[in-house]
Structure formats: structure tokens, C-alpha cells
């Protein structure tokens, strides 16, 4: 066979155990019964480990290393051959004894987070913290890096991001948003929000979370609704994008965010082109460039006003008790700002915030700035600064989050960036297609989902995310979309 | 390593892929969008092929020689060797390009038979189905037989059954049946049934096959029930054995039926003694033997006075349009004979009759005595012997089964062997526990659950079934339990 076809027939083999790993890993948090989950680890790590061991064959460096050197390839092939090789030569960096004590050393330090989240004893947890830190270190060292080992972790997540560029975005758009959130409570006239109590069915809530999925325009012939714990998205093969979520009987708009957010991802996923599946591209081009996709949907579309000009009459039907409440009223009542303890329940305003503050320490702790054991004072601190709040309970505060029990460190930059993202291409859209706000105010959300399609979806990973925001908006990644939006949308509802 | 652990290493690596195959099928038929058919399909082919290979790897033929010669062995570690070395001489025996020529030919010939089917014209089917007897016959050339080729193609579905055995069950069998069921016809007073008709919403239809699963005592925490358009039970694992199930809206009581029968499947299934996980055991000990546990619940069981004394109160309080209807009004209602064309709708009497006559088809196909174009008249005149009605168009005489078009020739006999199988465990099950009416009057059927676990179910593949009958009952296989319960049970419910 000749050796651009090998290449492709294995990245297929690859891509064919990873779709029935997908589907493992979906079943396992939507549908499995009790009884199979130990099972389901065995199979799961079986399939896991097939999927490693062909990323790192050796025949698959010698079809990289040939095909390095022919000519002729398409910009696709080119760019598989990057995202391929690279995670090739990352992987193949990682002695298997090494991975194998960490992953074991990750379980034992996930098991023993969940207990020390429950009794907010961060102690219990400060040996297992330390011995992951230790970890990520040595995996930044195997990886390799030119300024910062934490460069070598966000890699993963955010190729060709490091810690100086994020610090150079952080910098800025914290001074902006700290004086704004404080001018916001201290100036500002709160929302409405009191004609929200209630109780509402979650069959009603999914019916709800339904129409808006199928109103911004996801696929239910190539995917599904369900309930997950924790609501994720996940792409099964082209055609087969599922999203989940979960429903609050307290609230009838937190599960439809949530559902938004997840259809914000299945969207992305649905609209890669179909060519590029097996082909190492078939994701999207980073975390936060997925995340900003997830993030549009929910915020600047699901919160806007013209989204609740047109979901009123909807939301209205669905549930009667809200007959009256204007749109405008709802749409306020979607943007309250409040600066609180848990990163996954802040608003829009905030939620960088927790980011900044999560990426200062994480930094500090691979590079050696920071001690594991300092990290409960460090944190109060910088919430007292960032959002002036302060958790009584280190389960509110450094214990909220599982990412570091799990090793995931240089994961956190991503939500953020999402968030900056989605508000520049946002900016964009807007500019590039006439009477964007119109449509949306009718429910017709076609023109912006064809042009995230035309402009963002089909590429999957064929461009690095810095290139591709680029492509998109014509500039380089900039923060002040973002913070102009918060400001702009903010003072008008705060009546500022 | 140990050449012993080596092999049972080897069988935990096909187990896993197995695993994860049985979900994709699963989520095939129960959850997959059908955008992502296609993938799916691509998925389970490389899945497939992977068990397959491993199934004849040269290193398991090297295990299985060594280990054959070896002292010391457990009772499990040889019947292990049995089950799994059949199944390597058998796959092995089978040219490659030969199976997917098969493959290939199976394929074309499933698609062309539903058309035909559709269309009523079996001379559309023809050429497809004398190829796929070809094969078949080539088949049973390469696996090797004694005395027909015939046997050597029912040993996959039965092992030690042979055509010569099956005939000497059928012919007395149907001696008996054949009258009986005329003079039940002739002489009989059928059972009051138009009390049955209405609409019933199939929300409420989940709900009592839920009771009615959780009476027999299948475990909800190791499986579930959802909806398919072809009912099915399967095993992902142990601790997670799923149930379908469909509803038709104008009979409340087929979905219940169906419901009972898949949850003996998966009785069965969950019963497995889980040390026997993937050690080539962990299956029922034949298609036969399975089918005898999903046809005891439901007609032995299900289709009892006993269950409708206890099921009655339910039913009524799920549809209260049959509150005054006594127990044994539903009971005699569900126990209804009518000789009908489809096989699939054949109540417990009849059901056999339909299986003779494949097995004296299909049997003649594969010797050569039987030409393929001669079978639609060979049906209708068997069907006219057999239970007095003739069809009047071939998509409801010959063409009404997948299985033919699929290659699956020796799979019908299991379905009349089930039969058999099951009256002759129940009435030693009503032998040896006291008051077995009594407990499934009170719904309690936990004695005889917990008797087919000790007898049945723990032992898997452990021994072949005719051996399992005889360590169960303490006989060979004999028809004439089926008959003595037939007989009874339809002359007091028919009134002869």
C-alpha cells in the first residue's frame, strides 16, 4: 500500500475505536446501569489503550516521517500530518511506565478530592494536589518547552497559546471588569427576578430545552437529547452529535442555558465537514475555540434580546404562570450579575474572573512560584480582590473544581478564551450579515449558524486557533469585543 | 507468561471488544439518530473483524493445542477450551475471501428480499436465495459432518443436535399437535377476547411491563428497558443486561408479552455466574436453552392462572376500563389459538407447526432434495397439512422470515426446541418446589427464579444442552412434556 494510504487506513482504524470509545463514555453517564460501571472501566481502558498504543505505532512515525518529505500533499493531508504528529510525538515523549503511575497516582487523587470536597478538608487532599503538580511538572519536562513548563501543559488544550500571552490578555481585562462589576453593585439596578420562584416539571423544562434546539437550528436526525449529572456534548461519528443536559425544578432557565450551551458545542461538532472524519481533524480547532461556539449560543444569542422577543411566546405557552412577563423582563431576568463562590455557576460578568484567578494559581504551581500548600490563603485573597467574595469553606473555594485531582492542569485558560472568542466573532457576524438582530427576533437563526458553518465549523483542526480566529474576523484575538459587550449589554440592564 | 494465563488473557481481550460491539448494537437499534447509520456501520464492521481475528489468532491455536494436553485442569478451564476451540477450528475452517464473498452476497441478498417481500414476488428473491443455500452448503462442507450436512450448520445455534435427532422429536410432536389443534378448532369454545378492544396508551403499557419485570425479579440495577421495532435482549456485560420491548397501541396485552419474554432472556443472562466473564461461557448454553427461559416466563409462566391471580389488580388499576374483570377472564384471553399464516404472531400451540415445516424445508435445501424454486408451493401445502391455512400471497408464506436471506440456515429448530425445553424444566421446577402455584399466585416468583439460577442459569456454556437437560431434569430432552401441557392447559381453557 502505498504510504498516504496506510497513513489514512490507520488514522481510520484510530478514528473507528474512537468512535465506539465515544459511545462508551456516553453510555456510560446517560444510560449504564449500576451493575455494569466495573465492567465498563475494563472496556473502556482496553479500547483506551488501543486507541494510545496506535497513536504511537511505529509505523505511524514512519508514514510521518516519509510523508514529511513529499511534496504534493493538500493543505488537509498537511495539516492532518501536523495534528497527528504532534500528538505522536507528545504521546511517544511519556516513558508508558511513567503514564501508567500517573494515571493510577490521577484515580487515587480524584477518589480522595471527592471525599475532601465533601468534608472541606483541603489537607486530606494537600499530599494528592502535591504529587499531581509533580506529575504535570515532569510531563511539561518530556514534552518539552521554550519560556514556561506551563506553555508545555495549555498546549494540549490551546495549541500555540503560553502563559505570557495569556497574561497579557488577562492583565488588561481585569481592569477593566473588577471596577465594572463592583460599579455594577454599587450603582446599578438589579433585575427583576422574584417572578421566577416556582416549581416546573422537568418534561415541561425538556420540552422547552427542545423548541430552542431545534429553533438555532441542531440536527435531531444526526443527534439526541438526554440527562447527564453533569451536561456535556459529545461526537459519536458525522451524523451522531449528542448533547445532554439536566433540569432544575427551581428554576425553569437554568436547564435551557445549559441545553444552549451543549447545542452551542453540537453545532460546532455537526457542521465539520463530513470529509475530514478519521482524518485527525474531525474536532474542533482548540477547547476554547469549541467553547466559544458553546458560549455564543447560550450568551450572546440565548441572552440577548431579540432571542427572548422571539422564546417568549414559547416560554410562555409552556409554562402559563409567566403569561404577562414581557420579553424584555424575561431577558433581564437571564443577565443578573452576582458575583459568587463557584465558577460553574457564574454569570457571563464573572466568570473570567474565577478563570484569571485559577490560572494565576495553577501557573504558579508548575513553575514553582506557588506551594500546594498555600493555595486555600491565596485563593481567599484573590477573591476578596477579583469578585469580593470570600468562601468560608475550601470546599467553595480550591476544592470546588476536579480538573487538578484529574491532572488537568493549563485546561482553565480555555473557558475564558471561549468567552473572548465568541464575543469577537460575534462582533463580526454581526458586521458581515445585515439585520442579524431582525432575524433572531423572528427565531430565524440560519444566517448566523451558515456563517459559523461557511467560516468556523467545516474546518474542524485544519487551522491552529490563533489562524483561524484571524481567517474569521481578519485580526488577531482581542479582548476588547469582549469587554465592550459586557459593558455595553451590562450598563443598559443595569441601568447604569 | 503462562500459556493458561495467556489464553484466558487472550479471551479477556475478545470479551472487551465483544462488550463493546453488543453496545453498539444496542444503541443501534435503541438510540442511534439515523444520520449516523453509516458510521456506525463502519464502526461495527472493524469491531467485527478484530473479534474475528482474534477469534482464529495463530497464538490462540498454539494455547489451545498446549493446553489440551495439559493435567490439571478445571472443569471450567476445559469446557472453556471446548466452547472456544470449536469455535477456532470452525472459524478457521472458513477461507477468508470465501466469508467475504458471504458477507458480501448475505448482504445484497437481505436488501432484495425485503424489497421482494414488499412486493409479494418471490421470483425476485430466487436467484438470491439459491445462492445463499449455496453457501450454505459450502459452509457445512468446510465446518466437516457425519451423517447430514445439515448438522454440521445446526451445531452453531444447537451443539450435538443433528437433523436425524430433530426428526425423531417432530414426528410424534406433530402427530399429537395436529389433531389437538383441530379439534380445538372444531369442538372447542374459544375464549371471550372483544372485552380487549381499545386504545392504550403506551406510557401506560411501559409502566406494567416495568411491574411485571419487577415480579419475575429482573434487576433494574443491572439492565433497563427501552423500545425497539424488533425486540431483542442483550448482554454488554455482566451486571448490565439490557430488555427491549414495543407497544402496540390496540392490544394491551402483546408489548406485556413481549416484555416477559425478553425479560427471560434476560433472567438467564443476569443469572450467569459473573466468574464465568469472558472466559467464552458467559452465554446461554444454546439458542435453544435460551429461548426455553424466555418462552417459560412468558407462557409458563406469564400466560398461567396463577401469574393473572396475582397480575390482575395491577392491570386493573393501569387501565381501569377492566375493573370487574375476573382474573381468569384475562387469563383465557391471553391464551387464545388461531392457526394463522405469520409465524412471529403464532400463539403457543401452533408455534411448533410453523418451525416443522422450515426445518423440513430448510433441511432439504441444504441435502439437495428440495429445489429453492419449489418452495412456494411446498409452503402452502404444508401450512394446509399442518394448520389448515394457506397463504394467499408469498410475503406471508415464504418470504415472511429474514433468516434465509441472511444465511442463517439451522437457526429455526432453537425456537421449537425452546418450547420443548421449557415444559419439561417447568414440570420438574413444579416438581421440586413446594407450592409453586401458590407463590406466583401471591406474585412471589422468586422460588422459582431462584431454583433456574441454581439448576440453569449460573452455568453458562458450561455444559452442551443436551447434558444440561439431563443434569436439570435428570432425563434426555422428551417431547412429551410440551404435549402433556398443551393438552391440558388448551382442553379446560377450550372446554373439550
Known sequence: MDTLAAYKEHLRDIGKLGSALSLLHWDQRTQLPNGGQETRAEVVGKLTKMVFELSIADELGRYLEELEKREGL????????????????????????????????ASKAETTWEKAKERSDFLLFRPHLEEMVEYARQFAEYYGYEESPYDALIEEYEPGMTSRELRAVIEPLRQELVPFIKRLQEEGTPPETDFLRGTFSKEEQRSLSLQALRAIGYDFDAGRLDLAVHPFTISIGPGDVRVTTRFLVDDPLSGLFS?????????????????????GLDEGASYGIHESQSRMWENLVG??????????PIFVETFPAFSGVPAETLYRAANVVNPSLIRVEADEV??????????ELEEGLITGKIAAGDLPDLWRDAMDRYLGVVPEKDADGVLQDVHWSSGLFGYFPSYMLGNLYSSQIFACAQKEIPDLDAHSTRGDFAPLLTWLRERVHRFGMIYEPKDLVKRITGENPDSSYFVRYIEEKYSQIYKL
Chains 1, 2 share one sequence.
Open 350 to 359: 464573572t466568570y473570567n474572573l474565577h478563570i484569571m484567578l485559577r490560572f
Open 303 to 312: 441572552r440577548s434580546l431579540p432571542f427572548w422577543d422571539f422564546f417568549q
Open 259 to 279: 441545553s444552549l450551551h451543549e447545542g452551542g458545542h453540537a453545532l460546532y461538532d455537526q457542521g465539520i465537514a463530513p470529509k475530514l472524519r478519521w482524518t
Open 74 to 105: 493538500s493543505e488537509e493531508e498537511r495539516a492532518s500530518m501536523r495534528v497527528v504528529g504532534k500528538a505522536y510525538r507528545r504521546n511517544k515523549a511519556i516513558p508508558p511506565d511513567f503514564y501508567e503511575r500517573f494515571a493510577i497516582a
